[in-house]
């Protein structure tokens, strides 16, 4: 079943060490503002959480990856709609 939220951006990562089967713990915050990780204020609006993860589908959405903390951010959201599936996470949603 997927999650759908209205959020300005999202901040997407690992939130862990991976278990025996090469999954991943994955979070995806999601904030009120683009660019939160430049705001030591900006705190989340929804906290979502996955486990199990072995990859993260991002469909019809730019993206910026962040090589210092290897996070993925998505701004200018409308929209973001959220499903695991198995061990994938499927991220979609609207952009301005």
Not at 1 to 23: L, N, Q, V, Y
Not at 65 to 73: F, M, N, Q, S, T
């Amino acid at each position: 079943m997927a999650d759908k939220f209205e959020a300005r951006s999202a901040i997407i990562g690992k939130a862990g060490k991976h278990d025996e089967f090469e999954s991943y713990p994955i979070f995806v915050n999601l904030f009120d503002k683009n660019d939160p990780h430049k705001d030591p204020d900006a705190l989340p609006k929804k906290f979502l959480e996955y486990k199990g993860v072995h990859k993260i589908i991002i469909k019809d959405l730019d993206i910026n990856y962040l090589l210092a903390g290897k996070d993925i951010v998505i701004n200018n959201l409308t929209k973001i709609v959220v499903e695991q599936d198995g061990p994938h996470v499927i991220i979609s949603g609207e952009q301005k």
